[in-house]
């Protein structure tokens, strides 16, 4: 189910270095009532897929509210600092939980979790992200030709931690997407729970977490192991 690990266990002042998948790894399994993948703090990055991040920016670090957690440090200049999950299956459903705080040194957009798909040129690139720009979160649908659809946002500011769950049909243009930020149930500007679009595109999927966009200064987010699963109750309380 885990793609080859690409780095040992670390605490954040050891080096990380930078690596890109480049064939697809084997899918999640579909399964009833079953956490499908979870990153592990006590295993180290290796637990992710994969990590793209500069040498000594990612790690584990202590938090006084969450305990152990990760923390990807994205230094000006520098255009990401991210891990991967491992690949996902085309038209399963599942579950993806996880809090987050961001620190961003300047006014530019980062994205702070993505629904990556391979390749990037001539598809949805990102089909459901997250972004932190100007003191609002936000939630985006990219469809397959790569125009996007604001879904949702909410004000946000600094160190703050939220907790995020996303419910994601996988699918090209049939895909759905319902919302959790702090444990509600959040309605889109379509008015709608649910979000039908693009969840889906080119040739492999998989989740990204940490930090994306060159920017002119650093950008840090702190979060919990991300965890996929089969239902909502599995993924709630990260």
Known sequence: MFRPALAAALVL??????AVPAAAGPALPNSADKVLWAADTARGPSSFA?????????????????GKVWRAKQVAGE??????????????TIYVGWSSRVRIDDDQSRYVFQLKCSPSEGTANHPVEIDIADGRVRLQ??????????????PVGNDQWH????????????????????????????????????????TRNYLK??????????????????????TYDLVKGR
Do not use: M
Not at 141 to 154: G, K, L, Q, R
Not at 209 to 223: L, Q
């Open 13 to 18: 002042a050891a080096p990380v270095a930078l």
């Open 50 to 66: 994969a990590v793209q991040c500069k040498a000594g920016n990612f790690g584990t670090v202590q938090d006084a509210a969450k």
């Open 79 to 92: 255009e990401r600092c991210e891990t991967l999950s491992p690949d996902l299956t085309n038209g399963s």
């Open 141 to 154: 649908e990219w469809d397959t030709d790569h125009v996007a659809h604001p879904i949702w946002s909410a």
């Open 163 to 202: 907790r995020y769950v996303l419910k994601l049909r996988l699918g090209r243009t049939d895909g759905t997407i319902d919302f959790w930020y702090d444990g509600v149930k959040q309605t889109f500007t379509t008015g709608s729970g649910t979000y039908t679009g693009t969840t889906w595109d080119g």
């Open 209 to 230: 977490w940490g930090s994306y966009h060159p920017s002119p200064a650093d950008a840090v987010n702190t979060f919990t192991s991300p965890v996929i699963a089969t």
